[in-house]
C-alpha cells in the first residue's frame, strides 16, 4: 500500500471500535497489517475532517462491509455511530453539508468567536450573507458578539435579503475560507496513538497478535514495549490478586483451564492452582495430562476465550485487571 494508503486505513481503524477494526485488520495481509499497526502508533491526531471523509470513502465504496445495502448518508450514518459516538450527529452533519455543497458548510466547526474574528470589520451585508447559511444558533452566537451597531445593521439585512447571485455567494465563501485556513487547520480530533492500537491488538487473534508485536519489535522495540505494557493478555492473570483470580475461576470450566494452561508459564500454572481447593487442583492436573499433546491453536483460542471472561467480568466491574492493588506495598 502507498504511504496515503496506510493513512486512511489507519484513520479508518482508529475511528472504528475495537472488535470492528480487528474484524477488517484480519482481512489484511500480514506487512500491510505491520504496516498500518506502524502508522497507527505514530498517527497522534488527525483532522476532523478528513477522519470524516475517510470514514464517507469507505462507506460508499465498501456498503456490503458495513451490512447495509446502498452508499449514501444511509451507509454513512450507521458507521459514524459506531466511531464516533456521541460526535457521530455533528459528524454526519459536516458530511450531509459537503455532499449537498450548502454554502458555507465549512463554518459548521468553527468556533463563533473565531468567525467573528474574522467576520467583524466585513461589510454588514457580507456579514448578513454569511449569517444566513449558518444554523440559528450559530448565527445567534455570532450576532451576540458584534458591536451593538453592527447587529441591528446586520440583523435588517438578514431579514430584507432575497435571492443572491451564487456567484457572489462563492467569491465570498472562498474568500473567507482561504482566509480562516489557519484556524480551520487547526482544529484536530483524537485518533490513534499507542493506547488504541494495544485496545485493537487485545480483541486480534493471539497469532495475529504475536507476529505483529514481533515483527515490529525488530524495527522498534521500544514501541512495542509500550504497546505490551498497555495490553492485556492471558499471561496477565498470574499478575491478579488471588481475589481477583477466585472470581475468574467461578467464571470458567476446569475442562477450559486445563486447555488454556497447556501454554501457560509456570507461574501462572502456579497460581491458578493455588487458587483452587486441593480436590479441584489434582482434578484439573488430571485433565491436563489426559489431554496429551494439543494443537498450539486450540490453546490459543481457548486462552483468548477466558480473556474475553476475563474482560466481561471486568465491564461488569466485578474485577479490575489494572489494579492498584497489584503493584502496592502493604507493611505491618
Do not use: C
Not at 207 to 234: C, K
Amino acid at each position: 500500500m502507498s504511504t496515503p494508503e496506510i493513512r486512511k486505513a489507519a484513520i479508518l481503524l482508529m475511528s472504528l471500535p475495537p472488535e470492528q477494526a480487528g474484524d477488517l485488520m484480519a482481512k489484511l495481509k500480514p506487512k500491510q497489517v505491520e504496516a498500518v499497526t506502524i502508522e497507527m502508533a505514530k498517527l497522534g491526531s488527525v483532522p476532523g475532517d478528513e477522519q470524516v471523509e475517510t470514514i464517507q470513502a469507505f462507506a460508499a465504496a465498501n456498503p456490503h462491509d458495513l451490512g447495509i445495502e446502498g452508499g449514501g448518508l444511509n451507509a454513512i450514518k450507521p458507521l459514524l455511530e459506531k466511531a464516533l459516538g456521541k460526535n457521530a450527529g455533528s459528524a454526519l452533519e459536516n458530511v450531509r453539508h459537503s455532499i449537498e455543497a450548502i454554502p458555507f458548510s465549512f463554518l459548521q466547526k468553527v468556533d463563533s468567536q473565531n468567525l467573528i474574528t474574522f467576520i467583524v470589520d466585513e461589510h454588514p451585508q457580507t456579514i448578513a450573507l454569511v449569517l444566513s447559511h449558518l444554523t440559528p444558533a450559530q448565527a445567534a452566537s455570532v450576532i451576540s458578539g458584534l458591536p451593538p451597531e453592527r447587529q441591528l445593521s446586520v440583523v435588517h439585512r438578514i431579514a430584507t435579503m432575497g435571492q443572491t447571485n451564487p456567484e457572489i455567494i462563492k467569491e465570498v465563501e472562498e474568500g473567507l475560507s482561504k482566509r480562516m485556513s489557519s484556524v480551520m487547520s487547526q482544529q484536530f480530533e483524537n485518533a490513534g496513538g499507542v493506547a488504541s492500537v494495544a485496545e485493537i491488538l487485545n480483541v486480534t487473534d493471539r497469532s495475529t497478535e504475536r507476529a505483529l508485536l514481533e515483527n515490529l519489535g525488530e524495527e522498534d522495540p521500544d514501541l512495542v514495549e509500550e504497546i505490551r505494557r498497555l495490553m492485556f493478555v492471558f499471561e496477565d492473570i498470574s499478575k491478579f490478586p488471588d481475589k481477583e483470580v477466585q472470581t475468574v475461576l467461578k467464571n470458567v470450566e476446569t475442562s477450559q483451564w486445563a486447555l488454556a494452561l497447556k501454554g501457560a508459564s509456570e507461574d501462572l500454572k502456579e497460581k491458578i492452582l493455588g487458587n483452587m481447593s486441593q480436590r479441584a487442583a489434582e482434578m484439573l492436573k488430571e485433565e491436563m495430562d489426559y489431554l496429551g499433546p494439543v494443537r498450539l491453536s486450540a490453546v490459543e483460542q481457548m486462552q483468548q476465550q477466558i480473556v474475553d471472561v476475563v474482560r466481561k467480568l471486568e465491564d461488569a466491574g466485578e474485577i479490575q485487571i489494572h489494579s492498584d492493588e497489584q503493584d502496592e506495598q502493604f507493611v505491618q
